[in-house]
């Protein structure tokens, strides 16, 4: 009788995106990347929309690096991953947040729509002052 193997599980949708956030904070753009499907859709902050990932790819090039991401919350969706997220370019020490709502199929994401949320104003591109 022919021996019969356990399907391999998938990773969970919540861990390819901590992946691909984790690959931007240590300034692995090329392994960000790989984190998308080929046919991919990404709509960013701007509104302007990407499709596949040579599109994508060419959004990840105009942007500045380096720079921090901290996720502040993460939370399944339905079939989507939310995440708020701040993020904080070290030279100007400007940061935004963002609601990005991933949806993630076969370990890759599929989909990215990155939603501007404010800032609070004791945040904006200054550090905190300690006491």
């Known amino acids: 009788m022919p021996e019969l193997l356990a399907p391999v599980r998938a990773e969970p949708d919540e861990a390819v995106v901590r992946h691909y956030l984790e690959a931007l904070n240590s300034g692995q753009v090329l392994e960000a990347l790989n984190a998308f499907s080929m046919d991919a859709r990404m709509r960013d902050e701007s509104g302007r929309e990407r499709r596949g990932i040579r599109e994508i790819a ?13 996720i502040e919350e993460l939370q399944k969706e339905g079939a ?5 997220v701040r993020l904080t370019y070290p030279e100007t020490r400007e940061t935004r947040v963002y609601r990005s709502v ?25 550090a905190a002052r300690s006491a």
């Open 80 to 84: 989507a991953v939310a995440v708020r």
């Open 58 to 70: 060419a959004a990840f090039a105009s942007h500045e690096r380096p720079l921090k991401v901290d």
């Open 102 to 126: 991933f949806r993630v199929n076969r370990d890759r994401i599929r989909s990215l729509v990155m939603d501007p949320l404010p800032v609070p104003p004791a945040r904006r591109g200054k």
